[in-house]
């Protein structure tokens, strides 16, 4: 059954009808969850439907099912193109070129990916198209000649009708860093997929005997897929996504019209912390806070501002046995009593003693 739905598809593909093709797959899938080229060729549905992130996710499900297969790995490097990763895309393509040496396609995509990574890191990256250049989608045998978009084209926007998430999810957000929460009870990390992109974020949860759900928003702004990192805990995931740049995420995907604005602080901490100053020098914080300390220590004081300070400065230099006789004998003898010998006032109550010529009094309610 899911052999005759694998070829509707493909014959669905055919016809440019892409999203019935998606269906078909999405079909045969759940009755061979485990076909590799499955996912591989609905991965390139969801590619001719500009629908990138899905593509991705499919992808790395045919890589994690078949590490072997070529295709997925040319999936994978395309749509990720589409999605301007381009170093993620180079690292697919140069996987997938190792099991398929014989297919110049991947050295050429090799090769548009350093050329843009290389304007990229120049500051020149566009959306546009540069080079018209063409690609052929092969399905086992069954080769269609790609359109003339350029693989760099930029990106339209499709709306595709997804089911409602069965997992509810929310960010917050901190200088270096965007935490993901998806609120999802018993999951095992056998059944949850989490890949990291430049910018973007696939997370497939599995579960047998259920639909599997899939999250993949490409993220407000990019992140460094290699300090990224994920937890499952009973009720949910976290998800802590490595920003790439100090800026605040208006929101956790991306928009075209939001801007990010830059925050004026370094990723990476050091390890003494600045202090704004409106004084054109600035100051040694440290020193200051040791010259505060230093005159505590010298201040002459009076009284019992005097005596005060004495007790403090005994307490604080005492060993734990002195503070413990410290307090037992001062509160049982209502302040009337100090003593820094716990033998002596450990083994009983201490009796209040008042100055002479006082008299010691029990307060009365």
């Not at 990138?52 to 499919?58: N, P, Q, Y």
């Not at 297919?103 to 090799?110: A, G, M, P």
């Not at 069954?142 to 960010?171: C, F, M, W």
Request: proline letters at 4%; hydrophobic letters at 35%.
């Amino acid at each position: 059954m899911a052999k005759e739905l694998e070829k509707k598809a493909k014959e669905a593909f055919f016809d440019d009808d892409f999203s019935l093709a998606v269906d078909f797959y999405s079909e045969a899938v759940q009755l061979d969850p485990n076909d590799a080229h499955l996912f591989a060729d609905r991965a390139q549905a969801y590619i001719k439907l500009n629908a990138f992130t899905e593509a991705v996710s499919d992808a790395n499900k045919a890589i994690q099912l078949n590490p072997s297969l070529s295709k997925a790995y040319l999936r994978k490097g395309t749509a990720c193109m589409k999605l301007e990763e381009y170093h993620t895309a180079k690292v697919a393509l140069q996987n997938g070129a190792a099991f398929a040496q014989d297919d110049s396609r991947f050295s050429k995509l090799i090769q548009e990916c350093d050329r843009y990574i290389s304007e990229e890191s120049n500051g020149l990256i566009s959306t546009e198209s540069s080079d018209g250049s063409h690609l052929s989608n092969t399905n086992d045998g069954v080769t269609k000649e790609a359109e003339g978009d350029s693989l760099v084209s930029q990106i339209n926007e499709v709306t595709i009708n997804a089911p409602t998430p069965k997992y509810r999810h929310e960010y917050y957000q901190k200088p270096e860093e965007v935490v993901v929460t998806i609120f999802a009870k018993g999951i095992s990390t056998k059944d949850l997929v989490v890949d990291f992109g430049e910018q973007i974020l696939s997370v497939t949860i599995d579960v047998p005997g259920q639909d599997a759900y899939h999250f993949q928003p490409r993220l407000f702004g990019k992140i460094i897929p290699n300090s990224c990192r994920f937890v499952v805990l009973s009720t949910k995931i976290e998800i802590r996504l490595a920003k790439a740049e100090a800026i605040n995420w208006t929101s956790l995907e991306y928009s075209k019209d939001a801007l990010p604005p830059k925050i004026n602080m370094p990723i990476v901490q050091s390890e003494r912390p600045s202090y704004p100053s409106s004084k054109p020098r600035a100051k040694d914080w440290d020193k200051l806070e040791a010259e505060v300390k230093k005159e505590e220590k010298e201040e002459k004081l009076d009284g019992d501002a005097a005596l005060n300070k004495l007790f403090r400065d005994i307490y604080q230099n005492a060993d734990e046995d002195m503070r413990r006789a410290m307090s037992k004998s001062f509160l049982e003898s209502n302040g009337t009593v100090l003593s820094t010998d716990w033998k002596e006032v450990g083994s009983k109550k201490v009796e209040g003693s008042p100055p002479d010529g006082m008299e010691l009094k029990k307060w009365e309610y």
